[in-house]
């Protein structure tokens, strides 16, 4: 369909207004208000003990979230792409349930599971702590992460087909000399992708782990409960936006990375 230069504009026109209104804006507002005090005073705000533990943490869940759900989203990817087996589309179901589940009943339902009360609640009593500490941010971050490698790296699976695997197999190649060197390569840029997502998605998530932390700054606060905290608990606004802007830093810096991902993925397909 062609549109008039005059419909062209107007969309155009629209669509900036509404990225500026909902995006522009309040990123805007929330560097006026963070650097308005001088970068002294922010650098301050970042750098107390609350905050670089918050970090930390934030850092530490991303690092044991990240090998797990590669490790999981890859091979799931693989069983789901290749093989052939009853229940594959229930297991396509639950690959997206995260996706439809609020983060919110995820940790309830953690919590209904590994509280005190729950099935595992037993657990504690052997000295395995899971709720309100590292192990339940962790299991709520998994969930709400889990479906970014494995719908990443399922579509170039499909696209790359089984004929050089079928090749390496028929020269003597193991099952594992064939992942290695045929089909991790393959799929490299979409698994990357699949990681960058994962990591933009762990360090901002909030519902479900707010749920199964405490919120005690040093033990189990990462950068998001600590802008909830300060701004709501300590009514530290300053301190909020301070917060929020290194969140939203650590999330650019790997927003930025994504971008050259994907154009490198881009440029590699239209080269082949």
């Known amino acids: ?30 560097l006026f208000r963070t650097f308005e005090q001088g970068f002294i005073a922010f650098y301050n705000s970042v ?32 069983a789901l792409v290749r093989g052939r087996f009853p229940g594959r589309s229930l297991i396509q179901g639950v690959v997206d349930l ?26 504690e009593s052997w000295g395995f702590k899971v709720i309100f500490s590292l192990p339940g941010m962790v299991i709520a971050t998994i969930f709400v992460t889990l479906p970014f490698v494995v719908r990443e790296v399922e579509p170039v699976l499909h696209e790359i087909g089984e004929d050089q695997e079928l090749a390496a197999a028929t020269l003597g190649a193991s099952n594992m000399q064939t992942f290695w060197r045929i089909t991790l390569p393959a799929i490299r ?20 782990v707010i749920m199964v ?17 300060r701004y709501i608990d300590d009514h530290n606004t300053f301190g909020a936006y301070c917060a929020a802007t290194l969140l939203m830093g650590v999330a650019l810096i790997t927003l930025l990375f994504m971008t050259v991902l994907d154009r490198k993925r881009a440029n590699k397909s239209g080269d082949s």
């Open 1 to 30: 369909m062609k549109l008039s230069p005059l419909t062209r504009i107007s969309l155009r026109t629209v669509a900036l207004g509404y990225l500026f209104i909902l995006l522009v804006l309040p990123i805007a507002v929330i």
């Open 47 to 78: 750098s107390t003990p609350a905050a670089i533990s918050a970090l930390n943490l934030s850092l530490l869940i991303v690092a044991i979230v990240v090998p797990l759900n590669v490790v999981f989203g890859v091979f799931t990817a693989i």
């Open 98 to 123: 995260p996706f439809a589940v609020s983060p919110i009943v995820v940790g309830v339902s953690l919590i209904l599971l590994w509280g005190a009360g729950g099935w595992f609640g037993f657990l």
């Open 189 to 208: 840029w979409g698994l990357t992708y699949g990681v960058v997502l994962t990591i933009a998605r762990s360090l901002g998530e909030f519902g479900a």
């Open 213 to 229: 932390s405490s919120g005690f700054p040093g033990v189990s606060q990462t950068l998001t409960l600590l802008v909830h905290a």
